[in-house]
């Protein structure tokens, strides 16, 4: 999880279309989308802002968020990503808390486990859909 950034030159892509797709895809997918416009922030940049939430995830106390940041102009751009997954240890410990007392603690490398898998499939999705969009432009 962090950081990662992919540049694209000599596509001419209108980089609010492109920010309006980005928008659309992730809301399909049923995730809370920010947008801030270069309007309201400087150097031409778009931000997007991407949250997946929900009561279970509440109740799990894991969010998931990406920042997906877009510089440049049409025909030469960056899209870069930062995730970020989040647990809340207190819902966390108090879910598996009993299951890790009575399994002597053997129990604790299933639990984190998924979480650094869940945080890889996320960052490959998002990766994926962005590629996807970018593609589309390109036809």
């Given at each position: 999880?962090?950081?990662k950034?992919?540049?694209?030159?000599?596509?001419?892509?209108?980089?609010?279309?492109?920010?309006?797709?980005i928008?659309?895809?992730?809301?399909?997918?049923?995730?809370?989308?920010?947008?801030?416009?270069?309007?309201?922030?400087?150097?031409?940049q778009?931000?997007?802002?991407?949250?997946?939430t929900?009561?279970?995830?509440?109740?799990?106390?894991?969010?998931?968020?990406?920042e997906?940041?877009?510089?440049?102009?049409?025909?030469?751009?960056?899209?870069?990503?930062?995730?970020?997954?989040?647990?809340?240890?207190i819902a966390?410990?108090?879910?598996?808390?009993?299951?890790?007392?009575?399994?002597?603690?053997?129990?604790?490398?299933?639990?984190?486990?998924?979480?650094?898998?869940y945080?890889t499939r996320f960052e490959?999705?998002?990766w994926?859909?962005?590629?996807?969009?970018?593609d589309?432009?390109?036809?």
């Amino acid at each position: 999880m962090g950081r990662k950034c992919e540049s694209y030159s000599g596509n001419d892509i209108d980089l609010e279309e492109l920010v309006e797709e980005i928008e659309k895809a992730f809301k399909f997918r049923n995730y809370d989308v920010q947008i801030s416009n270069p309007e309201q922030s400087s150097n031409y940049q778009y931000r997007v802002l991407v949250r997946k939430t929900s009561k279970l995830r509440k109740i799990v106390g894991v969010s998931k968020n990406v920042e997906i940041t877009i510089n440049g102009k049409p025909d030469k751009f960056t899209v870069c990503t930062t995730f970020q997954i989040r647990q809340n240890l207190i819902a966390n410990t108090t879910t598996t808390l009993p299951i890790h007392i009575a399994s002597w603690g053997f129990t604790l490398p299933f639990t984190i486990a998924p979480t650094l898998f869940y945080g890889t499939r996320f960052e490959d999705d998002v990766w994926n859909i962005i590629t996807k969009i970018i593609d589309d432009f390109n036809k």
